[in-house]
């Protein structure tokens, strides 16, 4: 594919995935239209070859099994995370000052709080009906905003003020409900359904990804950390070849931007359970499957940093990220990546395969730097781990910004890691 055309399929995935559920439950349905089916935890799994995928909440884990595939077949595993940071509705959310309705949010993970002030937002996730079926929801355009404070309120805005998590982003739906306008919740009850009886809802930037930058080189978007990696990800595993030596496999987790300690999280047993029933079917001792794991490989894909030009004393004075100029290799001696010189070898061969260059990321001495599910899935799995990614600027920012050439060599590298 072209970078036009990637950039324009990632563009679209962006936009119908506001939530970790919705971008599992696209994944899925893409992989399904692709051929491979669609399984279910609770029954047996098929034994034989063929391209398989099953979700868990947020989260979605799919691979293709090759013909021949023995007990000591290794994986090779492309990981990555569906969740990105935003504001999560509260229960009992109805809250009401001076005319205007709200709704009660709860931050989740680590937005940069401002970048969400003055933005239209939607509302969207997943609904659990009383026969207890699940159904997906999404308001699908903007019905929120989170308003700032006008400067003749607070000259000091411009200074850096604090932002109060609880009282200050609460975004504003409508007018008082009590006094002729329309209840929030009552409005959101009779969206979910008459049988909804709870519900998983989060606030979502409602502008679409576009390009920008004199060149219209760059892509500006919400949830680029991390939904770059999930589609990449998606796209190597339909291109990779079901007759292999290895079993290729694409693992995006949820739950990454609050520490992955959940049953769809990268510290929970999704991806163990899949591998293990994956094994079983292929008849693996445990000694087999224990060999087939150290000749395995895992890929965890995350966004990392581009140098920022007006803060770049924030970065390591000798490795320094430039747009355009290919994914990232991220090494760190604390092991915040699992990157070693081994990993690095097997990257750089990917790279040479897929025809693009990549930079080394580590963190300056001064600033540790965020970690990602690549350290959390090692110590589970003990798989050899490498970890990547897209360089962004503004991450965590309710819109980040990607070069669209960076985009497509990191599909590019994916594509060749699994085949």
């Known amino acids: 594919m072209t970078v036009d055309a990637i950039t324009s399929e990632f563009a679209h995935f962006v936009t119908e995935s506001p939530t970790a559920f919705h971008a599992a439950s696209v994944a899925r349905d893409r992989l399904v239209a692709a051929g491979f089916t669609d399984l279910d935890e609770t029954a047996d799994w098929p034994t034989e070859p063929g391209a398989y995928v099953v979700v868990r909440d947020g989260a979605v884990i799919a691979w293709r099994l090759p013909e021949g595939a023995t007990a000591t077949t290794p994986f090779r595993i492309l990981g990555a995370h569906t969740d990105s940071p935003g504001f999560r509705v509260k229960p009992n959310p109805s809250v009401r000052v001076g005319g205007w309705e709200q709704l009660n949010v709860e ?3 680590g937005p940069i709080l401002s970048t969400w002030f003055d933005r239209d937002l939607r509302i969207a996730g997943r609904v659990v009906h009383r026969d207890g079926q699940v159904s997906l929801f ?3 355009h903007a019905v929120a905003r989170i308003p700032n404070l006008a400067i003749h309120l607070d000259r000091g805005a411009n200074d850096g003020p604090a932002i109060d998590k609880q009282r200050h982003t609460l975004p504003v739906v409508g007018t008082d409900g009590s006094a002729g306008g329309t209840d929030a919740v009552e409005w959101l009850r009779s969206r979910l ?3 909804a009886v709870s519900w998983d809802l989060f606030f979502a930037d409602a502008h679409a990804p576009a390009r920008i930058g004199i060149e219209r080189d760059f892509l500006a978007s919400a949830r680029m950390d991390n939904l770059t990696s999930v589609h990449a990800g998606l796209r190597g595993l339909l291109a990779a070849p079901g007759d292999g030596d290895h079993i290729p496999v694409f ?12 049953p769809s999280g990268a510290g929970g047993p999704f991806l163990e359970d899949v591998l293990a029933r994956v094994q079983e079917g292929l ?17 965890s894909s995350d966004a990392g940093h581009l140098v920022h030009p007006n803060h770049s004393e924030k970065h390591d004075p000798t490795n320094r990220p430039r ?7 991220k090494i760190s001696a604390n092991q915040r990546y699992m990157t070693e010189a081994k990993g690095t070898a097997v990257f750089a061969a990917a ?9 080394p990321f580590v963190n300056v001495n001064t600033i540790p730097g965020g970690s990602t599910i690549g350290p959390i899935a090692a110590t589970r799995l003990g798989i050899p781990t490498i970890d990547i990614g897209v360089g962004l600027l503004s991450m965590h920012s309710a819109r980040e910004l ?3 050439d960076d985009l497509a060599a990191l599909h590019a590298v994916v594509a060749a890691f699994l085949a």
Do not use: K, M
């Open 402 to 404: 990607v070069h669209v």
């Open 107 to 109: 931050v989740y993970g």
């Open 323 to 329: 747009p355009g100029a290919g994914p990232l290799l």
């Open 193 to 195: 359904g008459e049988t």
């Open 351 to 359: 790279c040479e395969n897929a025809g693009v260059a990549y930079q």
């Open 251 to 262: 693992a995006a987790f949820d739950h990454e931007e609050i520490g992955s300690s959940s």
């Open 138 to 140: 999404d308001t699908g």
């Open 283 to 299: 008849g693996a001792s445990r000694s087999e499957s224990a060999r087939a794991f150290r000749a395995s490989w895992l890929l």
